[in-house]
Nanobody
């Protein structure tokens, strides 16, 4: 049973930073593509950043240059470093993992609130 547990969310002022963590269990972490998505109230869930098992990354245009995804395979953990946060970054952030051909697994989400 794959489990993903996020942490690191919270309340921060605009311009501040947060680092989200997501620790996986029940899978061979190093083989998984990992990602972060977010969902704001009344909006659809959207991609924030992804990282393949080989380390290739992809970012939403809205976070390029401000957010960095990274992974530590020894700790079964993926991170999202968020700098220069804006009020529009306020959302619930979800970690996900994919090991093909299986389904994408999701964490429970962690709330990030950026005050202006």
């Amino acid at each position: 049973q794959v489990q993903l547990v996020e942490s690191g969310g919270g309340l921060v002022q605009a311009g501040g930073s947060l680092r989200l963590s997501c620790t996986a269990s029940g899978t061979i972490f190093s083989l998984n593509a990992m990602g972060w998505y977010r969902q704001a109230p009344g909006k659809q869930r959207e991609l924030v950043a992804t990282m393949t098992s080989g380390g290739s990354t992809n970012y939403a245009n809205s976070v390029k240059g401000r957010f960095t995804i990274s992974r530590d395979n020894a700790k079964n953990t993926v991170y999202l470093q968020m700098n220069s946060l804006k009020p529009e970054d306020t959302a619930t952030y979800y970690c996900c993992s994919t090991l093909l051909p299986g389904p994408t697994r999701w964490g429970q989400g962690t709330q990030v609130t950026v005050s202006s």
